[in-house]
């Protein structure tokens, strides 16, 4: 293998782990956002349906603007 096509897989293989580490945090951020809604909509008396409502409109409002900041390596998943 040539130093170039080394430097190529490298490449791509630091790539393919950014990728990866993105994905976990924004799969990190909704599940955060989903169980913080669901469990708070249940402290409220709502019951599954509504509780299930609350947890889609909170996957459906979560800021995913930051995504450079995660790809950086940040994971701000936000505390409750």
Do not use: I, K
């Not at 293998?1 to 993105?22: I, K, P, Q």
């Not at 990190?28 to 169980?35: E, K, N, P």
């Not at 609350?54 to 994971?75: E, K």
């Amino acid at each position: 293998m040539s130093e170039t096509a080394g430097r190529d897989a490298a490449d791509r293989e630091a790539a393919v782990g950014e990728v990866a580490a993105v994905a976990e945090s924004v799969r990190r951020r909704l599940l955060a956002a989903a169980v913080a809604a669901w469990e708070d909509a249940g402290l409220a008396g709502l019951c599954a349906e509504g509780r299930w409502e609350c947890a889609v409109s909170a996957l459906r409002d979560v800021d995913l603007g930051d995504l450079g900041d995660l790809a950086a390596g940040g994971d701000p998943v936000p505390d409750r």
